[in-house]
């Protein structure tokens, strides 16, 4: 079975903090994708990354950038963490080479910026 | 982005019911998938069901079902003989990788 762990489940942190988020997949997933989990606005991509030192914005990226090192792990970094980026932030990956590939996911960071 | 609308934030069934949670989707693929995921309460999001556009046939896993309308750019869910452990948050997604704000599944025993 695909694994992908986050590192954290919860994370208190203080307004103005930077702030990092790691996300690793054991399965040699090429695409990998941070979401924001908000209720009523359902999961809201970040950014994603196809492979090894890509990245793509997705719909929210303002307030967030992404490191991309390893196949493995996928950073996502709250550059000047603010309250407004109080959320879930699911991590997840995708092998690619196919429309039927489903995602997998972690189990999820819920993030509190005070 | 290429949006997904979920139209009911919750939905209620009695255990052994059916019920339908609807999805409409938006693409600009010509071949693609559809997903339904689930997440239960405090648990990782799981993949349900997929279906590929190409195919007449609605896709089946068990007790879940597709009902595709291609043209409309309709996806729904049907599950069949609900149980306790279906009582989760669904959320479809599209070929994009965009998802849908959800549906709150309650089973009433």
């Known amino acids: 079975d695909v694994k992908v762990t986050q590192s954290s489940r919860y994370l208190v942190k203080r307004t103005g903090e930077k702030v990092f988020l790691e996300c690793v997949q054991d399965?040699?997933?090429?695409?990998m994708f941070w979401y924001r989990q908000d209720p009523g606005l359902g999961l809201r991509l970040i950014y994603f990354s196809y492979d090894v030192k890509m990245k793509e914005k997705g719909d929210i990226p303002e307030g967030y950038s992404v490191s991309r090192e390893k196949k493995e792990r996928f950073s996502l970094i709250l550059e000047s963490a603010s309250t407004n980026q109080t959320s879930m932030y699911l991590c997840?990956?995708?092998?690619?080479?196919?429309?039927?590939?489903?995602?997998?996911f972690g189990d999820g960071t819920r993030l509190s910026i005070l | 982005a290429q949006t997904v609308t979920q139209s009911q934030p919750e939905m209620s069934v009695q255990e052994a019911e059916t019920v339908t949670l609807s999805c409409t989707y938006d693409?600009?693929?010509?071949?693609?998938?559809l997903f339904w995921y689930k997440q239960p309460p405090s648990r990782q999001m799981i993949l349900v069901i997929r279906q590929e556009a190409y195919k007449q046939q609605n896709a089946t896993e068990n007790r879940f079902s597709v009902n595709f309308q291609k043209a409309a750019k309709s996806f729904s869910l049907k599950i069949s003989d609900s149980q306790l452990g279906d009582a989760a948050m669904y959320f479809c997604a599209n070929p994009d990788m965009r998802f849908g704000a959800g549906t709150r599944l309650t089973v009433k025993p």
């Open positions: 399965m040699d997933h090429e695409n």
């Open positions: 693409t600009s693929e010509s071949d693609y998938y």
């Open positions: 997840a990956s995708r092998k690619t080479g196919g429309y039927w590939q489903p995602q997998h």
